[in-house]
């Protein structure tokens, strides 16, 4: 056996073991169904009609469409066995009740459409088996056959609701006593099977009360002999003293569940034992206590999730106590975090309003206490040209520019005689104003970080109120709002609730297989309660009509996502040994949201290309970690401004594109202005704020536009433009190059080869170059798509 076959072995072994089981319960149902319609054809009320049958035709052609055959086969078994006349009879009514049903311009209630069905057929056929009208006898048997036929439809659809509520209605008094009436009409039609020594009507008679006094105790178990008792008494016209050894037996019985099994089933015998005795007049033969015992050893066999089962359906778990626990647990649980959230909120006022606002202002160029004591003051300081010669030593040596701090320091030298004490004494003072504003800006982190915590408390608390405290799933509260507004749904799976990426399936029960109007129905019903309830747009993704185990509709719903997103990158490094400085990458954060990363490292070499591409995977672990992106901006600062032994930065433009609602949210820290060209109007979004990790000062703002279709994104690093060259005429170029190629519908990819090839040819690129180019397009659904012949 191969590897490929080892490995798809368990999944094959398990779809089959799924599909057995699945056959397994549907032949499970159809046998117990044919069960039920044969002995419903079976059963004589009066020991002159026979109305049972189709009226369990009736809700389970409405209700049950794969349990037909099984029903159809079974009814015309059991009426055979009174005759070829009888199954007649029983066929000619279904098609007559049929005709009814499909009458096209009325429909008609299935009783009164069982009791017409019943009186066009039984009058003509009675009128003709007795050469005219019939005696009022049979008049009055067949008034009595629509009567009974009426009210057990009544009590058929009481009972046997639809397939997936079957299990999850409540077991009202009604519904129970629904039950207990087609129950005894079963054991009515089973009187005339007896194997051997056993009757089918008592043994399971029996049984059922035996059951009835294990599950509920004495006052159940005496109803339901009583129940079933009188009814099988008034099917057979004969109200005898059976009557009360049923009821007796169900009082004993019930009275002795305490004792456990065994004592439920010799009190369930121990009457009539005594009946035996007491009333020679009773049918109390070999075959009734053969019947009886039989019953009882098959109780003792039954397994005890049996009876846990049914006790949990009749009498759900209602732990009161557990659910004050509960219930004080979640309050308690809620109380404390309330405590550390007013915690978190005096924090982050104590904090963020003090040291979020802006960095103030870099003071004026001073003279040092060096330049105070020296002789030579009044003359170094009577113009502006010192100040400007510090600051220029200042701004080099804090930008890293070796050169530019060696012709500063030979400046200060030639200007200074204690040149060596003030570069010292600048040094200091340099140093304390990068550690000032690393401490400053550690300060501003903590602040936004607690922020961010708040937020997230936030929103936590606000799950637990509304969901925790009330106890109800997202299932629930959706079950809840289709309930509201009607609509025919019994099961709901919400397979992933991320936002972007919500998997709803959702099990629809129509009331005709007209799929246009399934549809149509969870555009303009289902789809709008997903958005109240999770304020993101799903769509319809896929449905399928099945029908097994019962026939309903399932609809799988998705988010929404409105656009999609074509992108690529042209990147050139200005030394291809040392490789570029640049780095960038575009990955989707959910099927919603996609986030675009362009980062330009400090100098042209591996040192750079590294720091760009660090700043781009902790920018990247912080998203993940669902931080906000102007905090993590500000984290990563203040991470890459604690050098030791070399100074290093670099630039990053971070957007998020919501492909949800088309926005685009831009940060940006040192970076190039972003482009967005919509027809021949091109949009900048321009950052203010230094690289990550350059000046010890840093502030980040957050941009925001609204995008629309056919919109063409442009991200670039600085090698793009000369230094040396007018700034305003390479961009108006650039920008000229990109609105002609994409008035020529050119492909994104394309797009931007051609224009760099076209840019090279007029300008040369000095520097590492990156250029993102991303093209916004609604998406398309296959349906809307018209195809001509």
Not at 65 to 83: C, E, Y
Not at 195 to 222: D, E, K, N, P, W
């Amino acid at each position: 056996m191969t590897r490929v076959e080892m490995l798809e072995t368990p999944s094959m072994w398990q779809g089959m073991k799924g599909y057995a089981k699945n056959k397994k319960t549907i032949y499970s149902l159809q046998a117990t169904f044919f069960i039920i319609a044969y002995f419903l054809a079976q059963a004589v009320f009066f020991d002159a009609t026979l109305p049972f049958l189709l009226p369990f035709w009736a809700i389970v052609r409405l209700r049950y469409d794969n349990m037909r055959t099984a029903v159809i086969i079974g009814g015309l078994l059991g009426s055979l066995s009174f005759g070829l006349g009888q199954a007649v009879i029983l066929c000619l009514q279904l098609i007559v009740f049929e005709l009814l049903c499909r009458f096209k311009y009325y429909k008609m209630p299935a009783s009164l459409a069982i009791g017409l069905s019943i009186l066009l057929i039984q009058l003509p056929w009675q009128s003709v088996s007795y050469g005219g009208v019939p005696p009022f006898l049979v008049l009055l048997y067949v008034g009595y056959e629509v009567v009974l036929a009426v009210l057990m439809t009544l009590f058929i659809q009481l009972f046997f609701v639809r397939p997936h509520q079957f299990w999850q209605t409540n077991w009202s008094y009604e519904r129970i006593g629904a039950g207990f009436v087609i129950a005894a009409a079963l054991l009515g039609g089973m009187q005339s099977v007896v194997i051997y020594s056993l009757s089918l009507t008592i043994f399971m008679l029996h049984l059922i009360i035996c059951i009835a006094a294990r599950v509920a105790g004495v006052q159940v178990a005496t109803m339901t002999a009583t129940i079933l008792g009188t009814l099988l008494g008034v099917a057979s016209l004969s109200f005898t003293g059976m009557l009360a050894l049923y009821a007796v037996t169900g009082v004993v019985t019930g009275s002795c569940k305490q004792l456990g099994r065994l004592g439920v089933a010799l009190g369930s015998i121990i009457p009539s034992a005594l009946f035996f005795f007491y009333d020679a007049t009773l049918p109390l033969d070999l075959v009734y206590f053969f019947s009886i015992v039989v019953a009882a050893t098959l109780f003792l066999l039954l397994p005890q999730s049996l009876f846990t089962t049914l006790h949990d359906l009749f009498y759900p778990e209602r732990d009161e106590v557990l659910l004050k626990r509960q219930t004080w647990m979640t309050e308690h649980a809620t109380e404390n975090l309330m405590q550390f959230q007013h915690f978190v909120d005096f924090m982050k006022e104590l904090v963020f309003d003090r040291f979020t606002a802006d960095y103030v202002e870099k003071k004026k160029i001073e003279p040092l206490a060096t330049c105070m004591s020296c002789f030579r003051y009044d003359r170094c300081w009577a113009d502006a040209e010192m100040s400007q010669t510090i600051e220029g030593w200042c701004v080099a040596k804090a930008a890293s520019k070796p050169a530019e701090v060696v012709r500063t320091e030979e400046q200060v030298k030639q200007k200074c005689v204690k040149s060596t004490k003030l570069l010292e004494e600048l040094e200091l003072q340099l140093y304390q104003e990068q550690m000032n504003g690393q401490f400053y800006h550690g300060k501003k982190m903590i602040a936004l970080q607690l922020r961010d915590l708040s937020r997230h408390l936030q929103r936590l608390m606000q799950e637990i109120k509304e969901e925790a405290l009330s106890f109800q799933s997202v299932e629930e509260e959706l079950m809840t709002a289709f309930k509201q507004a009607y609509v025919p749904c019994f099961q709901i799976d919400v397979l992933q609730s991320k936002p972007g990426e919500r998997i709803v399936v959702c099990s629809l029960t129509p009331k005709n297989s007209n799929q246009y109007d399934m549809l149509q129905l969870c555009e303009r019903l289902i789809v709008p309660i997903f958005y109240d309830v999770w304020q993101e747009p799903l769509y319809v993704e896929h449905y399928e009509m099945r029908q097994e185990p019962f026939r309903h509709m399932q609809v799988r719903f998705r988010s929404a996502v409105r656009y999609e997103l074509a992108h690529d990158s042209y990147s050139q490094a200005k030394e291809l040994v040392n490789g570029s400085g640049d780095s960038h990458a575009i990955f989707p954060i959910h099927a919603g949201l996609t986030a675009v990363m362009l980062s330009d490292g400090m100098g042209q070499n591996k040192e750079a290309q590294r720091e760009s591409r660090k700043l781009i995977r902790m920018m990247r672990e912080c998203l993940l970690y669902n931080m906000n992106p102007e905090t993590a901006m500000h984290t990563l600062h203040y991470v890459m401004s604690l050098k030791r032994e070399i100074d290093m930065y670099a630039t990053i433009d971070f957007a998020l594109i919501d492909l949800q609602g088309g926005t685009l949210w831009s940060w940006k820290a040192g970076s190039m202005s972003t482009y967005i060209i919509r027809g021949q109007t091109v949009m900048k979004i321009d950052g203010t704020s230094a690289p990550v990790g350059f000046m010890p000062q840093f502030s980040v703002e957050t941009q925001k536009m609204k995008l629309r279709a056919d919109d063409v994104i442009f991200m670039v690093s600085d090698g793009l433009f000369s230094s040396e060259l007018n700034w305003d005429e390479q961009e108006s170029y650039f920008l000229e190059l990109i609105k002609q190629r994409i008035a020529e519908k050119m492909p994104i990819d394309v797009l931007l080869y051609d224009v760099m090839a076209h840019y090279k040819g007029r300008y040369d690129i000095e520097d590492d170059c990156t250029l993102i180019g991303l093209t916004l397009q609604h998406i398309i659904p296959q349906w809307a798509t018209v195809k001509a012949n």
